[in-house]
T-cell receptor, first 112, second 118 residues
Framework: TQLLEQSPQFLSIQEGENLTVYCNSS?????LQWYRQEPGEGPVLLVT?????EVKKLKRLTFQFGDARKDSSLHITAAQPGDTGLYLC????????????FGKGTKLTVNP | GAGVSQSPSNKVTEKGKDVELRCDPI?????LYWYRQSLGQGLEFLIY????????KSGLPSDRFSAERTGGSVSTLTIQRTQQEDSAVYLC????????????????FGSGTRLTVV
């Protein structure tokens, strides 16, 4: 059973378009993180959200943590080819687990 | 070092052989994690070391897998009698604080070791 479900699995868009990636669960998380991974490299942390309803912005990226702390979204405005990569959400299930649980990722391709 | 270093970057081995994968975490990071990334499967937790505490081995898929962390720094993941299903990218990460007090800290990952068992 996958604790964190990401959608869509694949996304191919044109430069300049907007997009949203979703990360959903039936479980409550103490916090959620988003990572971006490029081929041949390890994931790189983009953001951590810890409070239900929290919204964080990182340039053209907007991250939201659901009020019930069961879901999160990543919205990219005016996507650029440099945004291409695998986006992973990861979270700490409520209860103090020391291990991050990862979704399977969304593979984003932004075409020039 | 400035980042998490993993070696080798690629390893091709014959089925049945043993392999050792090395991770050199960021200096001062007390927590160290090993994950496995298979195609289409996301990141699968393997093992977690925190300071001098007993490691959390709950993610190791079989007794062919073992890991140690010497002197609170370098870690080695050993896979004995490798099988084809062990083929994956093995990622090591370290962090400064315990995960449950993560706050704005996250994992810093290495670039991984791509293991291919033929």
């Amino acid at each position: 059973t996958q604790l964190l479900e990401q959608s869509p699995q694949f996304l191919s868009i044109q430069e300049g378009e907007n997009l949203t990636v979703y990360c959903n669960s039936s479980s409550v998380f103490s916090s959620l993180q988003w990572y971006r991974q490029e081929p041949g490299e390890g994931p790189v942390l983009l953001v951590t959200v810890v409070t239900g309803g929290e919204v964080k912005k990182l340039k053209r990226l907007t991250f939201q943590f659901g009020d019930a702390r069961k879901d999160s979204s990543l919205h990219i405005t005016a996507a650029q080819p440099g945004d291409t990569g695998l986006y992973l959400c990861a979270g700490i299930p409520q209860g103090g687990s020391e291990k991050l649980v990862f979704g399977k990722g969304t593979k984003l391709t932004v075409n020039p | 070092g400035a980042g998490v270093s993993q070696s080798p970057s690629n390893k091709v081995t014959e089925k049945g052989k043993d392999v050792e994968l090395r991770c050199d975490p960021i200096s001062g990071h007390t927590a160290l994690y090993w994950y496995r990334q298979s195609l289409g499967q996301g990141l699968e937790f393997l093992i977690y070391f925190q300071g001098n505490s007993a490691p959390d081995k709950s993610g190791l898929p079989s007794d062919r897998f073992s890991a140690e962390r010497t002197g609170g720094s370098v870690s080695t993941l050993t896979i004995q009698r490798t099988q084809q299903e062990d083929s994956a990218v093995y990622l090591c990460a370290s962090s400064l604080v315990r995960l449950t007090r993560l706050g704005s800290y996250g994992y810093t990952f290495g670039s991984g070791t791509r293991l291919t068992v033929v």
